[in-house]
């Protein structure tokens, strides 16, 4: 698969952007997960890592992090960010390790930055087989297949910090060309100590449904089951993001 160039100078500005994400939420949720799957072992994978976030929280709390992103720029932030832990550049569709883990995350939309099934398939079955017997693959999905419509549209998200100021605008469509893919353009204005700049970011992410992404991580080996919106309550039609646990 060709290097996209997601997030170029958008990088610096990613945890600004985020900065009231509950990533506490979603680590203690991973945490009951961990516990109650009675995994054994603290060899995390976290794929699609981005800046870091998750994979600073599992460090310290005593996890041997490996993150693993396509973006050089996401990846310096995430080192400078955890100290302890190794960061590679990489692609979750092509990713192979000789190296097995425990855990293996893979959050905030990120499965969807697979464009097609035989994508999907593939990074479904490299996590199958980078990881432990009793190991597990936890993920969340964004975009849903027949719920596109809910993450159409037009919107703007803010940050101010003394002389920096950040806009950014995002446009959520279906692609007119293929009915499996979204595209989100980011458009990232930025005033910072007076000097204004800006970029336009454009993503494709696949879209699947749930009972897709199941069957494929039941094909590949994995025992599934999925929980509403990082809470250990079980998954209906109308949560908001499924998030898949799939323990080999
Ligand atoms: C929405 S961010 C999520 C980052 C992080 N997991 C978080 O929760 O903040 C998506 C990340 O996926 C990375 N990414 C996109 N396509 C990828 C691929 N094919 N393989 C690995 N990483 C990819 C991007 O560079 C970006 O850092």
Same mark, same amino acid.
């Given at each position: 698969?060709?290097?996209?160039?997601?997030?170029?100078?958008?990088?610096?500005?990613?945890?600004?952007?985020?900065?009231?994400?509950?990533?506490?939420?979603?680590?203690?949720?991973?945490?009951?997960? &961990? +516990?109650?799957? #009675?995994?054994?072992? !603290? @060899?995390?994978? *976290?794929?699609?890592?981005?800046? =870091?976030?998750?994979?600073?929280?599992?460090?310290?709390?005593?996890?041997?992090?490996?993150?693993?992103?396509?973006?050089?720029?996401?990846?310096?932030?995430?080192?400078?960010?955890?100290?302890?832990?190794?960061?590679?550049?990489?692609?979750?569709?092509?990713?192979?390790?000789?190296?097995?883990?425990?855990?293996?995350?893979?959050?905030?939309?990120?499965?969807?930055?697979?464009?097609? &099934? +035989?994508?999907? #398939?593939?990074?479904? !079955? @490299?996590?199958? *087989?980078?990881?432990?017997?009793? =190991?597990?693959?936890?993920?969340?999905?964004?975009?849903?297949?027949?719920?596109?419509?809910?993450?159409?549209?037009?919107?703007?998200?803010?940050?101010?910090?003394?002389?920096?100021?950040?806009?950014?605008?995002?446009?959520?469509?279906?692609?007119?060309?293929?009915?499996?893919?979204?595209?989100?353009?980011?458009?990232?204005?930025?005033?910072?100590?007076?000097?204004?700049?800006?970029? &336009?970011?454009?993503?494709?992410?696949?879209?699947?449904?749930?009972?897709?992404?199941?069957?494929?991580?039941?094909?590949?080996?994995?025992?599934?089951?999925?929980?509403?919106?990082?809470?250990?309550?079980?998954?209906?039609?109308?949560?908001?993001?499924?998030?898949?646990?799939?323990?080999?």
């Amino acid at each position: 698969m060709p290097k996209e160039q997601l997030y170029k100078k958008y990088a610096q500005f990613y945890d600004k952007v985020y900065s009231k994400k509950k990533y506490d939420e979603e680590i203690a949720f991973i945490k009951s997960i &961990i +516990s109650n799957f #009675k995994v054994k072992g !603290k @060899n995390l994978l *976290d794929m699609a890592c981005g800046t =870091g976030t998750h994979a600073k929280k599992f460090a310290d709390d005593g996890f041997k992090i490996t993150g693993v992103d396509l973006n050089s720029g996401m990846l310096e932030i995430a080192k400078a960010k955890v100290k302890n832990a190794t960061f590679l550049e990489g692609s979750m569709q092509a990713f192979k390790s000789k190296e097995k883990f425990d855990v293996a995350t893979f959050l905030f939309t990120a499965i969807n930055y697979n464009k097609n &099934i +035989s994508d999907l #398939k593939a990074t479904i !079955k @490299n996590f199958y *087989d980078i990881l432990n017997k009793g =190991g597990i693959v936890i993920f969340d999905l964004g975009l849903i297949k027949g719920q596109e419509d809910k993450k159409s549209g037009a919107f703007i998200d803010t940050y101010t910090e003394n002389d920096l100021q950040i806009a950014r605008i995002s446009q959520w469509n279906p692609s007119k060309d293929n009915p499996d893919i979204h595209n989100a353009i980011f458009l990232m204005l930025i005033k910072d100590k007076g000097k204004i700049d800006f970029e &336009i970011d454009e993503h494709e992410l696949g879209i699947f449904s749930v009972e897709e992404i199941k069957s494929i991580m039941e094909k590949t080996g994995f025992a599934v089951k999925i929980y509403d919106n990082y809470t250990l309550k079980k998954y209906t039609k109308k949560s908001k993001r499924p998030i898949f646990v799939g323990q080999k």
